[in-house]
């Protein structure tokens, strides 16, 4: 099953981001030249993986690289309803926080109004959310 990439359009500094099939050896590449162009000056992703049914380690590595970057910037990468066995993969190599995982789109909306919100009374820390 190759990897299928749909990308929304940019909301409020938020893009969603919805992975199926395969992000493995085969296909991370693609999956890395269709978000390099998003990742500048963007505050959070939403990667949906709710169709993704395999990642490798090559998958985890651009994962990696999509935090690091929009880490740069104070940006986040927040992760939507991943299948167990994806879970389990986050689990096993501590690739996401935990409180970045998220069951639903509504519920990573609410953690980034909340962020927000902190951010706009003087705090910067996450912590809590």
């Known amino acids: 099953m190759e990897l299928q990439i749909h990308i929304d359009p940019p909301s409020n500094g938020s893009q ?17 030249r269709q978000l390099e162009p998003l990742l500048a000056g ?14 490798s380690s090559a998958g ?13 910037h104070a940006g986040k990468v ?16 501590k690739a996401v926080p935990l409180n970045e995982i998220f069951s639903s789109a509504a519920e990573a909306d609410a953690y980034l109004d909340a962020m927000q919100s902190k951010v706009l009374r ?8």
Not at 16 to 31: K, P
Not at 60 to 72: E, M
Not at 79 to 92: G, M, S, Y
Not at 122 to 129: A, K, R
């Open 16 to 32: 969603r981001v919805a992975l199926g099939g395969r992000l493995d050896t085969n296909s991370y590449a693609e999956f890395d």
């Open 78 to 93: 927040l992760v939507l309803n991943p299948q167990p066995q994806i879970q389990k993969v986050f689990d096993v190599v």
């Open 42 to 55: 963007m505050q959070s992703l939403l990667l949906d993986l709710s169709e993704l049914v395999y990642i």
């Open 122 to 129: 003087g705090g910067d820390d996450d912590e809590g959310y």
């Open 60 to 72: 985890i590595r651009s994962i990696f690289r999509v935090r690091k970057a929009l880490a740069g």
